[in-house]
């Protein structure tokens, strides 16, 4: 399981349960998986026992939950399980996506130092649209400022030195509702149980 990174602090959150990109077909998901993934589409809960809660809730074993998710991350079909913090709650009110034009000789590495520095919580590569979008490396920045975000991207831009041609600061002006896993056709429990699962 993976936990995205954010800045190191507490907060609240909730568990989110991401599915593979494209979403793989679950027609082949036998009724205990389905039935899991069912009680998971609004998170896990927030409980020292989420997998004893979930197991409770789907008539089995908390064990037997977390070996049936292990299974359906082993196979694609649910791609992680990670902890999804609230930025804005946190007080980190600019969120700035960082883009920029890098050796494509050098990517992989420098993409993998940009991953590791403070403040960075997503890194990814990504296709050129040239002419209009050189653009080939991604990384997400968050800061109670926008002063502080540029100041973090000084710090990506010295790491990717002369490799770097050109980068922008794309900030976020408005948030999306972030889900997890869905089955078609479905939706979660209930409302209730939806906010108590968010945080």
């Not at 041609?165 to 979660?188: E, F, M, Q, V």
């Amino acid at each position: 399981m993976s936990v995205s990174t954010c800045p190191s602090r507490p907060a609240p959150r909730r568990e989110a349960i991401e599915a593979a990109a494209p979403p793989p077909d679950t027609g082949g998901l036998d009724a205990a998986d389905r039935a899991i993934v069912l009680a998971t589409q609004a998170g896990l809960p927030l409980v020292p026992d989420p997998w004893g809660a979930v197991g409770r809730e789907v008539g089995m074993s908390g064990a037997e939950v977390l070996e049936r998710m292990q299974a359906m991350q082993e196979s694609g079909v649910i791609r992680r399980v990670a902890a999804v913090p609230n930025h804005y709650r946190l007080g980190y009110v600019a969120n700035g996506m960082t883009v920029w034009d890098v050796d494509d000789a050098q990517i992989d590495r420098l993409g993998r130092e940009v991953a590791a520095i403070e403040g960075v919580s997503h890194c990814y590569r990504r296709p050129r649209h040239l002419p209009h979008w050189p653009y080939n490396l991604f990384a997400m920045l968050h800061g109670r400022s926008r002063e502080e975000v540029e100041r973090q991207a000084a710090v990506l831009r010295e790491r990717l030195g002369e490799a770097c041609r050109d980068h922008r600061i794309l900030y976020s002006t408005r948030i999306l509702k972030k889900t997890g896993l869905r089955l078609a056709g479905s939706r979660p429990s209930d409302a209730s149980t939806d906010t108590q699962r968010r945080g």
